[in-house]
């Protein structure tokens, strides 16, 4: 079985597949100085929760970030799986696209492996909703064409609340009217229907700079906030950028 670690600045998200089929997910909060060892507790035992033996596990490949926490995520892969894993952006791997421009992180990378493999020669824009939100454009023949970063809405909240003196924390949940009320109602307000806008808008320019129909989909732990709210996202789909790396996993070994 293959282990498959997705390291994001909010998250680390561990996959283990079988095959074609993703067995075993689950979330960890990003830390640079969580050790190999603490990840092999907590890990094992969700495992094991699941009916999933670690000694199963064969091969492991590893998209990152987040340097500073890589060093420790491959020592988890060398110690207790006794496999050296495989990670994005290092010689050995292959990605079996064309990347256009410079700075694609790992997560863009696999965002648009795995839009080129569920919608085959189909130009994709997918709107990752992370600790940034990236708009990752895909054309019909699965090339990286580029896209757009926008700060994610979880930061704009932060921004906003550090920088006032009156205004409380907020999660994000979509509001019942856009005119609110009091002070928590306006702000669920501005920020939920703010992002909507800023969706549409971007997605808006990237359709018309592209010149073609483009399909929409989203992704990302905040993705089911906005389902429904707008027509621009097609489709949500979760587990698009475990996909890609399940397929550059195949394509490095072939």
Avoid at 1 to 22: E, H, P, Q, S, Y
Avoid at 24 to 47: C, I, K, N, P
Avoid at 98 to 125: E, H, M, W, Y
Avoid at 194 to 201: D, R
Wanted: net charge neutral.
């Amino acid at each position: 079985m293959l282990l498959a670690i997705n390291v994001n600045n909010t998250n680390v998200k561990f996959g283990v597949i079988d095959g074609d089929r993703i067995v075993g997910e689950w979330r960890q909060h990003t830390s640079a100085m969580r050790t190999a060892d603490e990840h092999a507790v907590w890990l094992f035992q969700l495992m094991k929760m699941e009916g999933i033996d670690p000694k199963a596990v064969t091969d492991a490949i590893v998209g990152s970030v987040v340097p500073q926490a890589t060093f420790n995520i491959r020592r988890l892969c060398t110690r207790y799986f006794d496999c050296e894993p495989l990670v994005l952006g290092e010689p050995n791997v292959v990605y079996g696209i064309k990347v256009k421009g410079q700075g694609a992180g790992a997560d863009r990378i696999c965002n648009t492996v795995g839009a080129s493999i569920l919608f085959p020669r189909t130009p994709v824009v997918v709107v990752d909703f992370g600790t940034a939100t990236t708009f990752d454009v895909v054309d019909e023949e699965g090339s990286y064409c580029g896209g757009a970063i926008a700060p994610g809405i979880n930061l704009s909240i932060e921004a906003l609340v550090n920088a006032t003196a009156q205004l409380p924390r907020i999660v994000v949940e979509k509001p019942r009217q856009v005119i609110g009320t009091n002070t928590v109602a306006c702000m669920h307000s501005g920020v939920f229907w703010g992002y909507v806008g800023l969706i549409e808008g971007i997605v808006a320019r990237i359709k018309a700079e592209f010149g073609k129909p483009m399909k929409v989909i989203s992704t990302g732990g905040l993705a089911p906030v906005f389902d429904g709210s707008t027509s621009v996202i097609e489709q949500i789909v979760p587990d698009i950028t475990a996909r890609g790396l399940i397929e550059i996993f195949k394509r490095s070994k072939a």
